[in-house]
């Protein structure tokens, strides 16, 4: 019975320790081409025993008013056929609104920033492709624009890699297109990983941080609250 009972807590023991070291992956997938859009992003946990997969098929620009919105659905193999839809309005008001919120979590959380920047640390991001065609009436134009481009890609995967462990070299693209019709096409592709212990862990560290601070937890519950209260009025 004791030899039973001690390979069953060996064997236990040892099927915690591979989940723990087994990886959250995360890969990420945009596509443009002028008014063609497509985003999509998969998570897999526990050796693919558990994924989730998140679709943004359409992205509108109504005007400078209301801004952006974005239509997804989301799906995961735990409710196997079961897609939720998805719509999202991204304007003015709503990134007042983050930035509100994020201010709020600052002030309920010790350390927020520093918690944070350790739990990105952990991140690491083994591939990313990044390529754009870009083609104006204008060849001057042309190239102005593919200047600016790869300025904006450098300055990106610089802030980065200085937040982040990069394990391969990027793979950035910037191609002008001279005498064909006006053309905007960019594709990103991105795969990252943490470790799920360290995720249990950064996810404790951040509990236990909040209950810190004065009153941290109902202004995290109200937080959330306001977030899910605006969740379902968007849709």
């Known amino acids: 019975m004791w030899i039973w009972l001690g390979s069953s807590l060996f064997l236990l023991c040892l099927i915690i320790v591979l989940l723990l070291l087994s990886h959250i992956k995360l890969q990420f997938f945009a596509k443009k081409s002028n008014k063609n859009d497509m985003v999509t992003v998969d998570v897999t946990l526990l050796f693919g025993l558990i994924s989730l997969h998140y679709k943004i098929p359409e992205i509108e620009l109504k005007n400078l008013q209301d801004g952006l919105i974005i239509r997804g659905e989301n ?6 056929g079961q897609t ?29 920033r520093g918690w944070m920047k350790a739990t990105l640390r952990h991140i690491k991001v083994t591939k990313l492709e990044w390529s754009t065609n870009i083609a104006l009436s204008n060849a001057a134009h042309t190239a102005t624009l593919t200047g600016l481009a790869w300025a904006l890609k450098s300055t990106l995967v610089g802030f980065l890699s200085y937040h982040i462990s990069l394990q391969q070299r990027p793979k950035l693209f910037v191609v002008p297109k001279f005498g064909t019709p006006p053309l905007f096409a960019s594709q990103l592709k991105c795969t990252a990983r943490i470790r799920l212990g360290y995720a249990l862990y950064a996810s404790f560290v951040l509990i236990f941080r909040v209950l810190r601070e004065n009153k941290g937890l109902r202004k995290w519950l109200k937080i959330l609250s306001k977030a899910k209260s605006a969740k379902s009025s968007d849709r």
Request: glycine fraction near 2%; charged fraction near 25%.
């Open 75 to 80: 799906s995961n193999n735990l409710n196997e």
């Open 84 to 112: 939720a839809n998805h719509e999202q309005a991204i304007n003015k008001h709503k990134i007042e609104q983050w930035a509100d919120d994020f201010r709020a979590m600052l002030e309920a959380t010790l350390g927020l």
